[in-house]
């Protein structure tokens, strides 16, 4: 009886329903209400229909489950999606199998609500993309958008319509594994890549069936994880917070990010997923997010551990504090009932909670059409294409960073022989890097392949693995036990070391492919030691005697602690983890079809007892100006404060020289602009592009402030031979920071701008700016 009348009230208020709810509702004047209004009615109407049940179910998210990203997976998710208890999956995609969990929300459940579709779409979907690290290294943010767009069209076609990107933590702890999946340690830098990724990812209506609603993570901080340790406790300065940290966020929720997903760590004591100041009083108060707010996974759950409460305490603090959806944990579906009935929350905040999860669905257009996604055709027509393959390629390529080249070693020549050493040369898993969506490594293209395609017949490449990426097994264990899939050699390490030296010895140039394994990077992968793993420095050593010249291509998903291969390759290029045409792309640069561009967006030190070691520090009260016996400096003892790269360099097979910087005044009014002027010329021996980096200095202010911040940057292309004047305008907008107070202001007085080629390589001018 209960199941017919059950049926009965689908075909009436289901899916059907909503709809008919929805074309009801259309007034007669429909162009003079606007969508906002139209969505409040729809949304009024939805919500008075629910039982409370019903509301706690939308606020759950549950991950299907062939892809773990946690410990825990959620179980029964079939009879839960038709009782009503979810609003959203995660970890599942395809057109038929959303289909299919579609079909039970709209066709089974009293009110027909669809579901949300999420997935991990970091770089890429099935077509991939460098690691974010990479990505951010090119400096190109129509390529940052574009990797965006089409991992979007991939993902809208395969059933998705909710990707949990971009990450835009900054980051400054390369012992962090998730730098990988950010855009590095600069705000300014940090906060453009949010905003293009956004747009990539949303366009302009997300309504269409190309689109997807991105989500920007991990609110907030997660990057000043102390120790870099995954997880770990952020005890950070407001004046730290919100001039360093957390500008990308609200660049991203400023871009119209219509989700945000909560960080796992504790920020000053409270923390995030349970932070009401950090969700409602910042994010939606002061910064007028409109959007919906996601846990990360489990993260209400892991409010125990942190010592906030029971389950349904910790649960009752996250609601209270603005989560709106519960991933995995179900702390909400298993407690909010009760929590209601005690009068510890309220129905009407369940109903908010409620109302920005149905509203993302309206947005996404699902109560239009909630099979919108699983278009079939759609994802045969539109992944993979030949096109996306060419966009990798070609942004890949432009991610890779030149950290040195003597004697112009590289490019090489397409005749002769290559030693091609190294654990990572013949990898195909490691080029598509961690969090690779649902990407295919075994259609990744290896650097040797690459090599192969690239410089074709007349090269001969005698090969020797080398080494081992790693000797310790447990962490190949670990590393095999999610998703890696390494080969360990038997041979001892001296036997590969002599086979190496042997191929290198009958070659006329050694390729290394060295570096770390994808799984070494990302989420819990952190690494107390920066340095090669295995016995890869050993490798190297052993082949720098035998006098040949040698390229270091360099693969990791962080900066690596690199002396000893800083002094003794003739060449290095950090490679990152590519995406599916990585191997292509590398040897595109190794044999100069393309002329490397990428500059670093996180510094890369000595050695790890530096770290966090970043470009835009404070002075200190005492800054150490190289007076080796005064003892009273801020310094080390036993290794200098530079860096061994810094942030934004990289080389190019040409060169460029630059002009001092000109300014268009020297004493300049709030509300004018400023114009800084350089003349950039290519006096190398090939085209290329180079990254123009404009730094401001707030001399004396109110705070103390870095020694120098990156306020603008233009990507230029330079004929051999040509130079062109780059023009940056600066106005007092770009002068702000946030005072003791947290208001935004400029302050009157001197400004040191700083234009070069890295962060450290730069020539300075001054300008006043006037009360
Ligand atoms: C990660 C998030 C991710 C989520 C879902 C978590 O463990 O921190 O970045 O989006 O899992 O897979």
């Given at each position: 009886?209960?199941?017919?009348?059950?049926?009965?009230?689908i075909m009436s208020i289901g899916f059907m329903g909503t709809q008919a709810v929805a074309q009801q509702q259309k007034p007669v004047t429909t162009s003079a209400v606007s969508t906002d209004q139209k969505m409040n009615k729809f949304v009024d109407d939805l919500i008075a229909k629910m039982t409370l049940e019903e509301k706690i179910g939308q606020l759950n998210l549950a991950a299907v489950g062939f892809d773990v990203t946690g410990p825990i997976v959620s179980e029964n998710v079939d009879e839960k999606i038709q009782k009503g208890y979810i609003g959203g999956v995660f970890n599942t995609f395809t057109p038929s199998a959303a289909r299919k969990l579609q079909q039970m929300a709209v066709k089974r459940t009293r009110l027909g609500i669809p579901l949300l579709f999420g997935y991990d779409v970091i770089h890429g979907h099935k077509t991939i993309f460098p690691i974010p690290l990479g990505l951010a290294s090119s400096w190109d943010l129509a390529a940052v958008e574009r990797s965006a767009r089409i991992a979007a069209e991939e993902a809208s076609a395969d059933g998705l319509n909710w990707v949990f990107s971009p990450m835009v933590d900054i980051a400054r702890d390369p012992r962090w594994g998730r730098v990988a999946e950010g855009a590095g340690e600069d705000t300014y830098l940090g906060s453009q890549i949010a905003r293009a990724m956004v747009r990539g990812y949303q366009g302009n209506d997300l309504t269409k069936e190309n689109t997807v609603m991105a989500c920007?993570?991990?609110?907030?901080?997660?990057?000043?994880?102390?120790?870099?340790?995954?997880?770990?406790?952020?005890?950070?300065?407001?004046?730290?917070?919100?001039?360093?940290?957390?500008?990308?966020?609200?660049?991203?929720?400023?871009?119209?990010?219509?989700?945000?997903?909560?960080?796992?760590?504790?920020?000053?004591?409270?923390?995030?997923?349970?932070?009401?100041?950090?969700?409602?009083?910042?994010?939606?108060?002061?910064?007028?997010?409109?959007?919906?707010?996601?846990?990360?996974?489990?993260?209400?759950?892991?409010?125990?551990?942190?010592?906030?409460?029971?389950?349904?305490?910790?649960?009752?603090?996250?609601?209270?504090?603005?989560?709106?959806?519960?991933?995995?944990?179900?702390?909400?579906?298993?407690?909010?009932?009760?929590?209601?009935?005690?009068?510890?929350?309220?129905?009407?905040?369940?109903?908010?909670?409620?109302?920005?999860?149905?509203?993302?669905?309206?947005?996404?257009?699902?109560?239009?059409?909630?099979?919108?996604?699983?278009?079939?055709?759609?994802?045969?027509?539109?992944?993979?294409?030949?096109?996306?393959?060419?966009?990798?390629?070609?942004?890949?390529?432009?991610?890779?960073?030149?950290?040195?080249?003597?004697?112009?070693?590289?490019?090489?020549?397409?005749?002769?022989?290559?030693?091609?050493?190294?654990?990572?040369?013949?990898?195909?898993?490691?080029?598509?890097?961690?969090?690779?969506?649902?990407?295919?490594?075994?259609?990744?293209?290896?650097?040797?392949?690459?090599?192969?395609?690239?410089?074709?017949?007349?090269?001969?490449?005698?090969?020797?693995?080398?080494?081992?990426?790693?000797?310790?097994?447990?962490?190949?264990?670990?590393?095999?036990?999610?998703?890696?899939?390494?080969?360990?050699?038997?041979?001892?390490?001296?036997?590969?070391?002599?086979?190496?030296?042997?191929?290198?010895?009958?070659?006329?140039?050694?390729?290394?492919?060295?570096?770390?394994?994808?799984?070494?990077?990302?989420?819990?992968?952190?690494?107390?030691?920066?340095?090669?793993?295995?016995?890869?420095?050993?490798?190297?050593?052993?082949?720098?005697?035998?006098?040949?010249?040698?390229?270091?291509?360099?693969?990791?998903?962080?900066?690596?602690?690199?002396?000893?291969?800083?002094?003794?390759?003739?060449?290095?290029?950090?490679?990152?983890?590519?995406?599916?045409?990585?191997?292509?792309?590398?040897?595109?640069?190794?044999?100069?079809?393309?002329?490397?561009?990428?500059?670093?967006?996180?510094?890369?030190?000595?050695?790890?007892?530096?770290?966090?070691?970043?470009?835009?520090?404070?002075?200190?009260?005492?800054?150490?100006?190289?007076?080796?016996?005064?003892?009273?400096?801020?310094?080390?003892?036993?290794?200098?404060?530079?860096?061994?790269?810094?942030?934004?360099?990289?080389?190019?097979?040409?060169?460029?020289?630059?002009?001092?910087?000109?300014?268009?005044?020297?004493?300049?009014?709030?509300?004018?602009?400023?114009?800084?002027?350089?003349?950039?010329?290519?006096?190398?021996?090939?085209?290329?592009?180079?990254?123009?980096?404009?730094?401001?200095?707030?001399?004396?202010?109110?705070?103390?402030?870095?020694?120098?911040?990156?306020?603008?940057?233009?990507?230029?292309?330079?004929?051999?031979?040509?130079?062109?004047?780059?023009?940056?305008?600066?106005?007092?907008?770009?002068?702000?920071?946030?005072?003791?107070?947290?208001?935004?202001?400029?302050?009157?007085?001197?400004?040191?701008?700083?234009?070069?080629?890295?962060?450290?390589?730069?020539?300075?001018?001054?300008?006043?700016?006037?009360?």
């Open positions: 009886m209960k199941r017919i009348i059950k049926t009965a009230l920007v993570k991990h609110f907030a901080l997660y990057g000043g994880a102390e120790a870099g340790r995954d997880y770990n406790t952020v005890d950070m300065s407001m004046n730290r917070m919100f001039n360093e940290y957390l500008p990308p966020y609200k660049a991203a929720v400023d871009a119209g990010a219509a989700s945000v997903m909560t960080s796992f760590n504790d920020i000053n004591g409270v923390p995030a997923t349970a932070n009401r100041w950090l969700m409602t009083e910042l994010l939606r108060e002061k910064w007028g997010f409109k959007g919906m707010v996601a846990t990360d996974y489990t993260a209400i759950n892991e409010l125990v551990p942190h010592g906030l409460g029971t389950e349904a305490e910790v649960g009752e603090l996250a609601l209270k504090a603005g989560v709106d959806m519960d991933m995995v944990g179900e702390v909400f579906l298993n407690n909010l009932q009760q929590s209601v009935k005690d009068g510890k929350v309220s129905e009407a905040e369940v109903d908010a909670a409620c109302r920005r999860v149905l509203e993302a669905k309206y947005k996404l257009g699902l109560f239009q059409d909630p099979y919108r996604y699983t278009n079939e055709k759609r994802a045969k027509k539109n992944i993979m294409k030949p096109e996306y393959l060419e966009a990798t390629r070609d942004i890949a390529r432009k991610t890779m960073v030149l950290l040195k080249n003597d004697k112009q070693t590289l490019p090489l020549k397409k005749t002769g022989s290559i030693a091609l050493i190294g654990p990572l040369a013949t990898s195909q898993r490691d080029m598509i890097g961690n969090w690779s969506g649902a990407g295919d490594w075994k259609q990744a293209v290896s650097v040797e392949q690459g090599i192969r395609n690239v410089a074709g017949k007349d090269i001969k490449i005698n090969y020797a693995k080398g080494a081992n990426i790693a000797d310790d097994q447990q962490m190949i264990e670990r590393l095999n036990a999610h998703g890696g899939n390494l080969e360990i050699d038997s041979r001892s390490s001296e036997d590969m070391i002599a086979e190496a030296v042997k191929v290198a010895q009958n070659s006329d140039v050694i390729v290394a492919v060295v570096g770390e394994s994808q799984g070494m990077t990302g989420e819990a992968s952190s690494r107390a030691d920066i340095t090669l793993p295995g016995k890869q420095q050993d490798l190297l050593k052993a082949l720098k005697k035998t006098g040949k010249p040698m390229v270091i291509v360099l693969m990791s998903g962080r900066p690596l602690a690199l002396n000893w291969e800083a002094e003794n390759a003739d060449a290095m290029l950090e490679t990152w983890f590519a995406g599916t045409e990585a191997g292509n792309a590398i040897a595109d640069v190794l044999f100069g079809d393309y002329n490397p561009s990428g500059k670093l967006t996180m510094t890369f030190p000595q050695v790890v007892g530096q770290v966090p070691i970043y470009y835009n520090h404070k002075n200190t009260g005492r800054p150490y100006g190289g007076e080796l016996l005064d003892k009273y400096k801020s310094r080390y003892l036993d290794v200098s404060n530079e860096p061994l790269f810094p942030f934004g360099y990289g080389l190019s097979y040409t060169t460029f020289s630059y002009s001092r910087p000109e300014l268009s005044k020297n004493t300049v009014n709030p509300n004018e602009t400023l114009e800084v002027r350089v003349n950039v010329k290519n006096t190398g021996n090939y085209d290329g592009e180079e990254v123009v980096q404009l730094y401001v200095q707030d001399v004396i202010a109110s705070v103390t402030r870095p020694v120098k911040e990156l306020k603008g940057f233009q990507k230029i292309s330079l004929k051999k031979g040509e130079s062109k004047t780059v023009t940056f305008t600066l106005t007092a907008e770009d002068l702000k920071f946030y005072n003791k107070d947290l208001e935004y202001v400029f302050e009157p007085g001197e400004f040191k701008v700083f234009v070069g080629t890295n962060s450290s390589d730069v020539q300075e001018a001054s300008f006043t700016l006037a009360q």
